[in-house]
C-alpha cells in the first residue's frame, strides 16, 4: 500500500515537471491570441494607455470594433468571398484530385509512383516563383480583380496536395473489395463510384477540409491578384484595406483577424496529423 | 511503393483472380489485353483533369517565369522583347538584391537554428504520457495552423512603437527604459531589430511543425525494436544514436525540407510587418521580387529576382525526391 502511494507520487512528480516544461510553450503559442482576443473587445482609450496592467480590462468590453468591422467596412463582404472561394477550390479539388488519386492508387497504370511523385512535387513549388506568370494568365483570363481570380489559381496546390492525401487514402482501400464488385457485374467506373468512393469517404472530408484551410493559408496570390477592395478575402482584406497610411484600428483589425482565424486554426487543428502525415509520405501513424 | 503494395498486398488478389478464371474459362488471352487497356483508358481518364491542371497552371507559368526573365515585360506593355540576360545581369548589379539575398539566408538559417531547438524540446515533452495531453498539444499547434496573414497582425501590434506589450513587460521588470528613450526597442523600426523581429514571427509559427514531424518520426519507431536494442544492452544514448535516428531520419529530412522551401519564399512575414524596411534592413527575396514585379510593374526583373531562388531550391528538391523514392522501397 505505501509502495503505491510512493509509485502514485512518483507518477505524480514526473506530470507536474512534465507540465512545467510544456508551460512556457503554451505560453508562447497561446499568448498573441489571447492578446488579440482582449484587444478587440478593450475600449480605444484601455488601449493606448501604458500606466495601467494591459493583460485585463480596465475599462468595460465594449462590441465597437466589432460594429465598426461589419457596418464601415467590406468585412462582410470578405468572409462571404473567403466562404465561397473556398468552396469553390474545394469542388474543383474534389473533382479532379479523387479520380486523379484512385487512378494512381489503384489501376495500375505504368509509372503511377513517378506521377505521383511529379504531381506532389507541383505542391512544393513555391507560389512566388509562379505568381507573376499567374498574373498573366489571370490577366488573359480576363479575371484580374475579381476573387474568381483566386478560384482558378489555388487549385494549383490543393489538387497537388489533395492527390497525393488521397492516394495514400485509396491504398488502404481493400483490394478484394473492388474486385469482388467487378466479378459482380460493376465497370471500372461502377466498382470506383459504388464500392471504393463509400467507403472513402474520410479521406475525401479531409481533402475538402485541406482544400479550405489551405485557400485560407494564402496571401500572396491574394494581394498580387485583387486588387479593388470588396473582393478580397479575409486573410487578404483585413490587413490591406484596414490598415490605412498610419492609422492603426487595433481593436477592429484584431476582431477581424480572429474571427475568422480561429475557426481555421480550430478546424485545422484536428486535421494536422493528416496533414503530416500527407506530407511525409504517410509513414508513422 | 512496390506491386505487392499497388495489388493491396497478400495473395487475395491471385486467389480472386483464379476464381474469376475458374468462372470464366473461356476468356480468350485478347479479351485480357483489351480488359487491361480499358483499365489503362479509364487510368489515364481519371488522371487528366488534375494532371491538366497542374501542367497548365504550374508546368506551364513556371516556363512562362523564365521566358519573362529574359523578356522586359511591363505591366503596362504586353508585348515583350528578348533581351537576354539582361534582367539577371541588372539584378545581379543592385545592391539591394545582395541584401536581400543576404538577408533570406540569415533568415532562413537563424530561423531553423531557433525552430529545431524548440521543436526537439517541444517534441520530447510532448512524447511522454500525462494527463491533458490532447489539449495542450491542440494548444500548442495553434501558431501553425492560424493563418499567416492573420497572426503576423498580431505580432505587428505586439510590435508597436508605442504601446507594444513586450516592451510593457520588458519595462516593468526593469530590462529597458521609458518609452521614448533610447532603451526602448522600437522592433519594426530600428534596422538592427527588424530582421531580427520578422525572424522571431516565423520561428514561432513553426516550431510546433517542427514539434509534431519530429513526434511522428518517433512515434513510427516500433517499440519492439526499442526493446529489442534494450536487450541487447544498448543504453539509452546507444538506442537513440543508432536505432531511433536513422529511422526518423528520412521523416525529418522531409520536414526540414518542406520548411526550408516555406521560409524561404514566404513572403508575407516581412512584407506584413516592414515592408522590407527600415532601408532594406529587412528587405528578402520574395519581398524584392514582388515589389520590383507587382509594384514597380517590371514584370521581367521580378520574374529573374524570384527565379534566383530556384537554385536555392533545386538541391532541396532533389534531396526531397530522391528521400521520398528511396523510402518507397
Not at chain 1, 457485374?185 to 464500392?195: E, I, K, Q
Request: net charge positive; proline share 7%; glycine share 8%.
Amino acid at each position: 500500500m505505501a509502495t503505491a502511494m510512493t509509485l502514485r507520487q512518483k507518477e505524480r512528480r514526473r506530470h507536474l515537471l512534465i507540465y512545467a516544461g510544456l508551460t512556457p510553450f503554451v505560453f508562447m503559442a497561446v499568448f498573441p491570441i489571447y492578446w488579440m482576443l482582449i484587444t478587440a473587445f478593450k475600449q480605444d482609450p484601455d488601449l493606448y494607455r501604458m500606466d495601467n496592467i494591459p493583460f485585463w480590462f480596465n475599462m468595460a468590453p465594449t462590441l465597437k470594433h466589432f460594429k465598426i468591422l461589419f457596418f464601415q467596412t467590406n468585412y462582410g463582404a470578405w468572409i462571404v468571398n473567403t466562404m465561397t472561394i473556398a468552396a469553390w477550390v474545394a469542388v474543383i479539388t474534389l473533382v479532379t484530385a479523387v479520380p486523379a488519386g484512385y487512378a494512381l492508387a489503384r489501376l495500375r497504370l505504368p509509372a503511377a509512383e513517378n506521377i505521383g511523385i511529379a504531381v506532389f512535387m507541383t505542391y512544393l513549388v513555391p507560389p512566388i516563383i509562379l505568381f507573376l506568370p499567374l498574373s498573366r494568365v489571370v490577366a488573359m483570363l480576363g479575371l484580374q480583380d475579381e476573387w474568381w481570380a483566386l478560384v482558378v489559381v489555388y487549385p494549383t496546390f490543393t489538387i497537388p496536395f489533395g492527390t497525393w492525401l488521397l492516394m495514400g487514402f485509396f491504398k488502404t482501400v481493400p483490394m478484394e473489395m473492388e474486385e469482388a464488385a467487378r466479378v459482380d457485374g460493376c465497370g471500372y467506373l461502377g466498382a470506383f463510384l459504388r464500392v471504393v468512393l463509400p467507403v472513402s469517404l474520410p479521406g475525401v472530408l479531409t481533402a475538402v477540409i485541406f482544400a479550405f484551410t489551405l485557400s485560407m493559408q494564402d496571401f500572396l496570390y491574394g494581394l498580387a491578384f485583387v486588387a479593388p477592395g470588396d473582393q478580397k478575402p479575409v486573410p487578404v482584406g483585413v490587413p490591406t484595406e484596414l490598415i490605412r497610411g498610419d492609422v492603426y484600428y487595433w481593436g477592429s483589425l484584431m476582431g477581424a483577424a480572429l474571427l475568422v482565424g480561429l475557426p481555421v486554426a480550430v478546424l485545422y487543428n484536428f486535421f494536422l496529423d493528416r496533414f503530416i502525415q500527407g506530407i511525409t509520405g504517410g509513414v508513422g501513424k | 511503393m512496390t506491386p505487392a503494395s499497388l495489388q493491396g498486398g497478400g495473395p487475395e488478389p491471385t486467389a480472386r483472380a483464379a476464381v474469376v478464371s475458374v468462372a470464366a474459362p473461356a476468356r480468350s488471352r485478347l479479351m485480357f489485353q483489351s480488359q487491361t487497356s480499358r483499365r489503362l483508358a479509364f487510368g489515364y481518364l481519371l488522371l487528366a483533369p488534375a494532371a491538366l491542371y497542374v501542367l497548365l497552371l504550374v508546368g506551364a507559368p513556371f516556363l512562362f517565369s523564365l521566358y519573362l526573365a529574359v523578356s522586359d515585360a511591363n505591366v503596362g506593355e504586353p508585348v515583350a522583347k528578348f533581351i537576354g540576360l539582361e534582367n539577371f545581369r541588372s539584378a545581379w548589379e543592385m545592391d539591394t538584391f545582395w541584401i536581400a539575398f543576404r538577408n533570406s539566408i540569415v533568415f532562413l538559417v537563424v530561423a531553423a537554428i531557433f525552430k529545431s531547438l524548440l521543436g526537439t524540446s517541444l517534441a520530447f515533452l510532448l512524447l511522454q504520457e500525462f494527463p491533458g495531453k490532447k489539449l495542450i498539444r491542440g494548444l500548442v499547434v495553434i501558431p501553425f495552423t492560424l493563418p499567416i496573414a492573420i497572426s503576423v497582425l498580431a505580432w505587428k501590434w505586439m510590435y508597436d512603437s508605442q504601446f507594444s506589450v513586450i516592451n510593457w513587460v520588458l519595462s516593468r521588470l526593469g530590462l529597458i527604459g521609458q518609452y521614448g528613450t533610447d532603451s526602448w526597442p522600437i522592433w519594426l523600426g530600428d534596422p538592427r531589430l527588424a530582421l531580427l523581429a520578422c525572424i522571431a514571427v516565423n520561428v514561432w509559427r513553426t516550431f510546433p511543425f517542427s514539434a509534431i514531424v519530429l513526434l511522428a518520426g518517433f512515434t513510427s519507431v516500433p517499440l519492439e525494436v526499442l526493446d529489442a536494442a534494450k536487450v541487447d544492452g544498448c543504453s539509452f544514448f546507444q538506442r537513440f544514436r543508432h536505432v531511433v535516428a536513422p529511422m526518423i531520419f528520412p521523416i525529418l529530412m522531409i520536414g526540414f525540407l518542406f520548411d526550408t522551401v516555406f521560409t524561404l519564399s514566404d513572403l508575407s512575414v516581412v512584407y506584413l510587418l516592414t515592408q522590407g524596411g527600415p532601408a532594406n534592413a529587412s528587405k528578402i527575396l520574395p519581398v524584392l521580387a514582388y515589389q520590383i514585379g507587382i509594384q514597380a510593374g517590371n514584370l521581367g526583373r521580378g520574374a529573374a529576382i524570384a527565379l534566383f531562388l530556384v537554385p536555392l531550391l533545386a538541391p532541396l528538391m532533389f534531396l526531397f525526391l530522391r528521400n521520398l523514392k528511396r523510402r518507397e522501397y
